[in-house]
């Protein structure tokens, strides 16, 4: 799929005519990154971890948009009411399966060792802190910012139909975090729903990537 390019500004390209559902599920995944936050996991080690998760792997393969996976059984899966209705449990889950994949050792199997966990029933969450701040706004800030990561991401990956590890592979937590800063620093208009903005954000976040991309081949 083309993305911007610098070399030919008026090249065609081709975009995804959202619907509802996907709209939704692109505020589901931004839940789910807030509710990161009220477990006390900071963003720069909740996004890679997400998106490059089973769980986020899952989502990419039942809303492709080449796959047509309307109706596959994972699509059906995703549609079980405690996952819709509590972000917390996905978090819990990614948690979970990175603690596993994080005490193997070089050569062991990933998905064998979450099997055995499965089947062993060892679902030990590492601990994780309580959100405590007294700073009301700083706070509302870093929920904001989760939301629209997780949001952003999820757009992104319907859009060009991209997996969320190649999207994060393109634009990581850092890159994001600063982009988000600059976006929205002292920008007036920022009430305006995600949901009406989002394809333009794409689009900027596009254009800076390939910018990159093309410094980079010129050098």
Same mark, same amino acid.
């Given at each position: ?6 070399? @030919? ?9 959202? @619907? ?13 990154? !807030? +509710? ?6 900071? !963003?720069?080690?909740? +996004?890679? $971890?997400?998106?490059?998760?089973? %769980? +986020? /792997?899952?989502? =990419? ?5 080449? &796959?047509? $996976? ?12 405690? %996952? %819709? ?9 990614? #948690?979970? #399966? ?16 979450? #099997?055995?966990?499965? +089947? ?38 319907? !859009? ?5 590890? $190649?999207?994060? &592979? ?5 890159? !994001? ?11 007036? &208009? @920022? =009430?305006?729903?995600?949901? =009406? ?11 800076? #990537?390939? /910018? ?8």
């Amino acid at each position: 799929m083309e993305r911007e390019s610098p070399q @030919n500004p008026d090249v065609a390209k081709i975009t995804r005519q959202f @619907n509802e559902r996907d709209l939704a599920y692109c505020d589901m995944q931004g839940t789910i990154f !807030m +509710a990161a936050i009220g477990r006390n996991v900071p !963003m720069e080690e909740f +996004a890679p $971890m997400y998106m490059t998760s089973q %769980l +986020a /792997g899952v989502m =990419d393969h039942s809303f492709s948009v080449a &796959g047509r $996976m309307d109706d596959d059984d994972i699509s059906h899966l995703l549609q079980v009411p405690i %996952l %819709l209705k509590s972000p917390e449990t996905i978090v819990d889950v990614v #948690l979970w #399966l990175d603690a596993i994949v994080g005490q193997l050792e070089t050569g062991e199997s990933a998905s064998q060792a979450v #099997l055995e966990a499965c +089947a062993e029933e060892k679902m030990k969450l590492p601990e994780k802190e309580s959100v405590e701040t007294e700073d009301v706004e700083k706070l509302t800030d870093i929920y904001e910012y989760a939301y629209w990561l997780g949001y952003i991401y999820r757009y992104e990956c319907l !859009m060009h139909d991209e997996s969320s590890r $190649m999207v994060y &592979g393109a634009f990581n937590e850092q890159f !994001m975090h600063e982009t988000y800063t600059q976006m929205f620093s002292g920008e007036a &208009g @920022n =009430d305006i729903a995600l949901a =009406d903005c989002a394809e333009e954000i794409c689009r900027r976040l596009d254009s800076l #990537l390939i /910018g990159k991309l093309w410094k980079r081949k010129e050098m």
